[in-house]
């Protein structure tokens, strides 16, 4: 019988998960692949620590080496994450001849292209299932299951700290500061929530999914990051009034010019689908010429979730063994030699409608002056909300566009933020009113 002997870099959460799987499912994996899957050793700056598992002959080492390098290794399971030194591993372990499976999304988002492209070069696989949406199988679905569309938009929840906050605050009426400590203390925020909060972990992976969509490998900076630091409770409330859901999306779009590449906090219809992922999950949405929109939905993070992606990637090395193939699906879909370098529009020329917070004294003619800005834009105003409170310094301004630029939105509000009636920078969200 054929085996694969399979050693794991990292012995965190997923690390955990994907050793525990490989240790309890081996009849089971045996009957899908016809391949003995062995768990040979563990890499881990903290080898002493007791995971609960029943390891048996798995050795645990601090040594580095004994997996990328070792001979007795055919598979090396990354699950350090950051660009290093995963990257340097991971270009070490291919050029020794291993398969390599990836849960880290800055990596592939960052330095994708050049790893796949030695992968192909020594005739290695290098899968990244779990590096985006945790265990739905997202880029299986964009690789195999929709391989014969033109996609032209990909959008979706990526990131399920900022999902919980969001549905949080929503549900609660608090403020966003308040929920996120309340998410740090019960362990759905890190310490350090920044990569979160702030969109780099859902741009990290919009870039995988639109690279493998789009067949085109964007630079990570050429992607639009906004987090979802400066939603208030007053956004929220306002929202709900309105029909809407503000969710952080990752957005890609694809048209005869270019691509839109986008994180963003978003206004989305209640009624729709988006809006009813709630919580901690995730969910992508993709459209393609022939399939029409599919939405696909599930825990985005987590030990089994994650470990349960990092599997099928196995599970696929496995039986591409058994049938003497590698790389029978490249890593980005496209075949390497075919990924192009399609242009990103800017910021300034996207077109929508927007949702303008303004904080502004309540006195007659502040409206005639915000609007009077708004004009002389271009900017045609959908609607205007106000709840007038003569005893406070300021009241909220609330403004929805028609279809506009944001260059002309940018520009408005700058103007506006130079009124003297306006007593704080205004601010606006994106609304994307055709998102099922
Ligand atoms: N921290 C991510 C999230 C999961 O909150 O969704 C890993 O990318």
Redesign the pocket.
């Known amino acids: 019988m054929q085996e694969l002997r399979v050693g794991i870099l990292g012995f965190g959460v997923v690390g955990r998960g994907v050793a525990d799987l490989l240790l309890t499912r081996t009849a089971l994996l045996l009957q899908r692949t016809g391949v003995a899957l062995r768990l040979v050793r563990i890499a881990t700056r903290t080898p002493e620590r007791d995971r609960g598992l029943e390891l048996g002959s798995v050795e645990v080492t601090r040594d580095l080496q004994r997996v990328v390098a070792a001979d007795d290794i055919d598979v090396v399971i990354e699950l350090i994450g950051g660009l290093e030194p995963a990257k340097s591993l991971v270009l070490e372990a291919l050029t020794n001849g291993k398969h390599v499976i990836t849960a880290n999304?800055a990596l592939i988002a960052v330095h994708g292209a050049e790893l796949t492209a030695r992968a192909a070069a020594v005739g290695r696989e290098l899968l990244f299932e779990a590096a985006v949406a945790?265990a739905i199988p997202v880029i299986k679905v964009l690789r195999e299951g929709l391989a014969a569309n033109q996609i032209d938009q990909i959008y979706g929840i990526?990131?399920?700290?900022?999902?919980?906050i969001l549905t949080a605050m929503r549900e609660k009426g608090a403020a966003f500061a308040d929920v996120l400590k309340e998410a740090q203390a019960k362990g759905f925020?890190?310490a350090d929530p920044s990569?979160?909060i702030d969109g780099i972990?859902a741009a990290h992976?919009l870039a995988i999914l639109a690279a493998i969509g789009f067949g085109s490998f964007p630079r990570f900076d050429q992607i639009h990051v906004e987090g979802i630091r400066h939603i208030s409770d007053v956004d929220i409330a306002w929202a709900t009034e309105m029909g809407y859901r503000i969710k952080l999306l990752g957005i890609a779009k694809r048209d005869a010019e270019g691509l839109e590449l986008r994180v963003q906090p978003t206004l989305v219809p209640e009624a729709g689908m988006v809006a009813s992922v709630e919580g901690?999950f995730?969910a992508v949405f993709i459209r393609g010429d022939a399939a029409g929109t599919t939405m696909y939905y599930g825990r985005?993070?987590g030990e089994r979730p994650?470990a349960s992606a990092v599997m099928a990637d196995l599970v696929d090395i496995a039986r591409n063994g058994q049938a003497a193939v590698v790389q029978r699906v490249a890593s980005f879909s496209t075949l390497p030699s075919y990924l192009s370098s399609q242009p990103v529009r800017e910021a300034a020329e996207w077109r929508g409608e927007y949702y303008l917070r303004l904080a502004v004294a309540d006195q007659p003619g502040v409206l005639a002056e915000v609007t009077a800005v708004l004009a002389r834009q271009q900017i045609s105003i959908d609607a205007i909300h106000q709840k007038g409170r003569s005893d406070v310094a300021a009241v909220p301004l609330i403004m929805v566009t028609h279809e506009t630029t944001e260059g002309q939105v940018r520009a408005a509000l700058a103007a506006m933020e130079q009124l003297e009636a306006v007593r704080e920078p205004p601010r606006f969200i994106r609304i994307e009113p055709g998102f099922v």
């Open positions: 999304k945790g990526l990131n399920g700290t900022c999902n919980y925020a890190e990569f979160d972990d992976k901690v995730n985005g993070a994650t």
